[in-house]
């Protein structure tokens, strides 16, 4: 694989995570779609971790509103010194998707903060199988991303050696009959509205994990 393609987790483990944190310290949670889709669709997580949770605002924002146990990971070391500080309820580390220090079976709702569209393709498989590992039958997987209608790569716009990888994240889990889909919405990067401009398409996906009425016995 190009080197520029086998990578990135690197980079942003060692400079390029602080320095998107340091551009986004400022980024407001106040009205966090994630959040809105969980009482939308009446979704009360007790053990969340998300992964790529940069100072854990919107973990916070989640523990406050439902009274959970909160977990994150982000490569950014400097998110997670400064979520520390900020939020000392909320348990945070430095880690990526791909190596997941949680045992079996226990959490009930993992969330990918848009963050899958910049990791290493040759990891894709290693974080499915470790975000199906952690999480519980019946519960509740949560990818925000880019949402494309077929899958390409651009160049990452703050570092000409880091692509920007855009599908339909949702389908590392769909293909399995454990996942199914309970909601899905579509809105902007922007925010204004280009809903039918590819490359600014995202989504938030939510997948429930049945694996006990995911193989019916055939009776006919």
Known sequence: MNTKESKQK??????????????????????DKIV???????????????IGCSNGSRLNLIKDTFGCECWGIDPSSEAIKNGGEKYPD???????????KFEDNSLDTIIF?????????????????EADRCLKDGGTLVIKDF???F?????YSHLDSVYSYKMDYSKMF????????????????????????TDEKISITVLRKNEQYAYPLEVW
């Open 174 to 197: 769909k293909w399995n009959p454990s996942y199914a889909e309970v909601a899905n919405i579509v809105y902007t990067h922007s925010g204004f509205g280009l809903v039918n401009v």
């Open 36 to 50: 809105q889709l969980f009482k939308s669709i009446e979704l009360f997580p007790k053990k969340v971790l998300e």
């Open 90 to 100: 909320i348990l945070l580390s430095t880690g990526t998707a791909d190596s997941l």
């Open 151 to 155: 899958p390409y790569k651009n160049n």
């Open 10 to 31: 690197e980079t942003f483990s060692t400079s390029e995570g602080d320095k998107w944190f340091d551009r986004n310290i400022e980024l407001s949670i106040e009205n």
């Open 113 to 129: 903060g848009f963050c899958l569209y910049l990791c290493d393709r040759n990891d894709l498989f290693k974080i499915a199988y």
């Open 147 to 149: 949402y494309p209608t």
